[in-house]
């Protein structure tokens, strides 16, 4: 791994190290989540001028009015993906944005099929997720409300900003027992919900309040 990957300072292993720390004295128990966490270099997914504070558990800004979440958040909804079946197959992710959920969820499922909606961040992303060497996710540029129907159904769907509900045309490629991740609210009253699809419909269990950015329509 090159230095830039390893970090150095405030963006070192030790530094890294305090971080998984803190996570789980928030309450993140998923082992495998942690060292996935640890061991991926956060701070190549921002801006230089941002790096130093890549460990923080802040969201921070990654341009075109987006951010990239807080560490705890990316464990949280990861954990709470896994959580049902430990391991999944394939998982759709709304909203690629830097990258960074996508490089923790590519470590722990099958495939990730991530959608972004604004092109820049796209092609950041996947520069990023290449110096990984992450060879198991598709990217598509188009409206995270459409999903990726041609690889539905999804064992898996983890949404990175909130729509005021659930997208119906989501809930519809989400397979029998699959499970989704999401926020849902207006700004100043979002709450974290996770959706499991059974035969009979939808069981919706709501975690705990949370900010992210809209969940907007159209591309960019």
Not at 26 to 47: A, C, S
Not at 59 to 76: C, D, E, F, R, W
Request: one cysteine or more; proline letters at 5%; aromatic letters at 8%.
């Amino acid at each position: 791994m090159t230095l830039s990957l390893q970090g150095m300072g405030m963006t070192s292993l030790r530094t890294r190290e305090r971080m998984i720390k803190r996570l789980s004295e928030q309450g993140v128990q998923n082992k495998r989540v942690l060292e996935i966490m640890r061991d991926t270099p956060r701070h190549i997914f921002m801006d230089e001028a941002l790096s130093s504070r890549a460990y923080e558990d802040t969201a921070l800004p990654i341009g075109y009015n987006q951010t990239i979440s807080q560490p705890y958040i990316v464990a949280k909804m990861t954990e709470l993906l896994l959580e049902a079946s430990g391991r999944l197959g394939n998982v759709l992710e709304i909203g690629t944005g830097c990258g960074y959920q996508t490089a923790i969820l590519a470590q722990l499922v099958d495939h990730v099929y991530s959608v972004e909606r604004i092109l820049p961040l796209q092609r950041k992303a996947k520069s990023h997720l290449w110096d990984l060497k992450l060879k198991n996710i598709s990217f598509y540029y188009g409206d995270g409300n459409l999903g990726w129907p041609d690889y539905a159904p999804f064992d898996g769907i983890l949404a990175s900003a909130a729509p005021a509900e659930v997208p119906l045309q989501l809930l519809e490629q989400l397979a029998i027992g699959g499970v989704m991740v999401i926020p849902i609210g207006l700004s100043g009253d979002q709450v974290l919900q996770r959706v499991t699809r059974t035969i009979d419909g939808y069981d919706i269990e709501k975690l705990e309040t949370v900010t992210f950015v809209p969940f907007l329509s159209g591309k960019e």
